[in-house]
């Protein structure tokens, strides 16, 4: 099952405009990391951010986390071609250990 | 390079036969995750291992197994294979000692049934 649901499940920018993704998620974590695919690749990791954290930046990427409403947001600024690509939310769920969960993605497609 | 080496990188086989696909993960990283990414599917957790014991189960079906080895290699046993089975299968692993975060991912084995 999926912890986590990301939304939208496909974005189309330009180069350099933004691109913003979501996720909401189901219960309780110690915290939620965001991870890059390229097609067929394996994930690399982008980001964590957690629980008692608000906001966290790396670079280009903004991270945001709102417990209360079990959500969180990566933005994307000044986007470039190469970060054409699916992007996933995972979560750390309090009640299951090491295990990470992983959100359904957002493929984000950047045009030239 | 994530340093988490997953053979074979493709497979294909039919239905009905068996087939294992091997992890070595990052040295020194003691837990080993295996996930299943199929199109209609997303990334399905299937099962976690730390330091030779099984840690989590995820929605693994009986006809899949898994083990670590004392060497901290891993194998997904994958058997009696259906249509459905066709994935790409990552291994991912974990350095351990309270370490909260960060999984890094081989690069997948794909399989095809045919």
């Known amino acids: 099952s999926q912890q986590g649901e990301e939304d939208p499940q496909a974005l189309s920018i330009q180069e350099g405009e933004n691109a913003t993704m979501n996720c909401s998620y189901k219960t309780s974590i110690n915290n939620l990391q965001w991870y890059r695919q390229n097609s067929g690749r394996g994930l690399v990791h982008l980001i964590l951010?957690?629980?008692?954290?608000r906001e966290k930046h790396s670079g280009r990427l903004r991270v945001t986390l709102d417990t209360s409403k079990k959500s969180s947001s990566l933005l994307i600024t000044a986007s470039r071609a190469a970060d054409t690509a699916s992007y996933f939310c995972a979560t750390d769920e309090k009640s299951s250990g090491d295990k990470l969960t992983f959100g359904t993605g957002t493929r984000l497609a950047v045009r030239p | 390079d994530s340093g988490v080496t997953q053979t074979p990188k493709h497979l294909i086989t039919a239905t009905g036969q068996r087939v294992t696909l091997r992890c070595s993960p990052r040295s020194g990283d003691l837990s080993v995750y295996w996930y299943q990414q199929s199109l209609d599917q997303g990334l399905q957790f299937l099962i976690q291992y730390y330091n030779g014991e099984e840690r989590a189960k995820g929605n693994i079906l009986e006809r899949f197994s898994a083990q670590q080895f004392p060497d901290l290699h891993s194998e997904l046993n994958l058997s009696s294979l259906e249509l459905g089975d066709s994935a790409l299968y990552f291994c991912?692993?974990?350095?351990?000692?309270?370490?909260?975060?960060?999984?890094?991912f081989g690069e997948g084995s794909r399989l095809t049934v045919l």
């Open positions: 951010i957690r629980s008692n954290e």
């Open positions: 991912a692993s974990k350095p351990s000692g309270g370490y909260t975060g960060e999984l890094f």
